[in-house]
């Protein structure tokens, strides 16, 4: 019998070839076509069963099969067709939960994507419950005044602005730590972190709160995990070589004590980064990763929850409730 490392290094020595070749005649296209062929995992708990945590009990697991819809730890992935709105919206109305987002709008990414995305917010974020919009700025004035629903506010609060682009970014851990502490504690029991450069097209609703939240990178929920895009320098506070999935920085959430161990984690690994003079491959997000690998979190969101056209169409993509926008690195960039 063939050992299985030999046959495991043939079929990857063939998939590379196949790729070179639909490579070079039909570009970048054709690799995202074929990794949307390669299976993800499956949810390991036995057919049938119900998670036990009271909301997520509602969950059904088994209403989608193409795709995983637990985590090996027993954590639900959330998908269209697993859940009902209406259970999961009745259920936090009558909990009173109210939930704050946070978003950064620092230099010309005030006026490139803070309006499109808020007005989106209103349509499709957690409607129907007390929402608090945070907005963090170094230029105050500018933001555009935006009438909101009942029960929904906004507070502006006013950061530095850092020299480089990837400082406004990984500096974001800290002042969502410091606001968790100074305002949101009081007022709401979750928290979601966004990036700014997205927009809202679908529901992104009470399903999606859970102690600890994260959001399966759209790029990478079918590439093998030997491609992740980790930080593989082991000077870094954010190096790892193994991982469970790869999590995207573009939306994280949960309660706000939970959310803040991430913060304050992820702030204290990208300073300790500074004193050693390193920075990790993907800055914020590498830590990011780093942290829900040592705490898994309890619920993860599938891409349809931050997903990019980019990509082009998926089958098991079956809606979009939040896309990414336009990249404008040259133009709005330090
Ligand atoms: C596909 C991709 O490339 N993803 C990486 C890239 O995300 P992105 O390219 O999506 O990063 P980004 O440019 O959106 O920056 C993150 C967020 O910081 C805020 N912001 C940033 C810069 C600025 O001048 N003003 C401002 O307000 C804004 O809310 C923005 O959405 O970079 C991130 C930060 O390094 C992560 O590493 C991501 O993995
Ligand atoms: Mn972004």
Known sequence: MRPLHRTKGFVILIFCTVLGLLMTT???NSIRFLEGLIPMDVCPLPYGRKLWDGTDGFLDLWA????Q????????????????????????????????LTVFAVGRYLDAYLLPFLMSAEQYFMVGLPVTYYVF????????????????????IQVARENRWQDVSMMRMKTITDAIDGHIHHQCEYVFCFDV???FTGRFGSEALGDSVALLHSFYYHRPKMFYTYDHNPKSEAYMDKGDFYYHAAVFGGRWQKVRNLTEACYQGIMKDKENEVEALWHDESHLNKYLFLHKPTKVLSPE???SMFIGHRNDIRVHRLLWAQKQYNALRN
């Open 69 to 100: 819809t637990c985590t090996y730890w027993g954590a639900p992935i959330i998908w269209e067709g697993m859940f009902d709105p209406s259970v999961f919206d009745q259920l936090h109305k009558e909990k009173s939960t109210r939930v704050a």
């Open 64 to 67: 989608r099969t193409d795709v």
């Open 137 to 156: 700025t170094d230029y105050p004035e500018k933001i555009p005044s935006l009438k909101l629903g009942q029960g929904r506010t906004l507070e502006v």
């Open 197 to 199: 450069d997205q927009i």
């Open 26 to 28: 039909y570009g970048p």
């Open 305 to 307: 929850y931050c997903w």
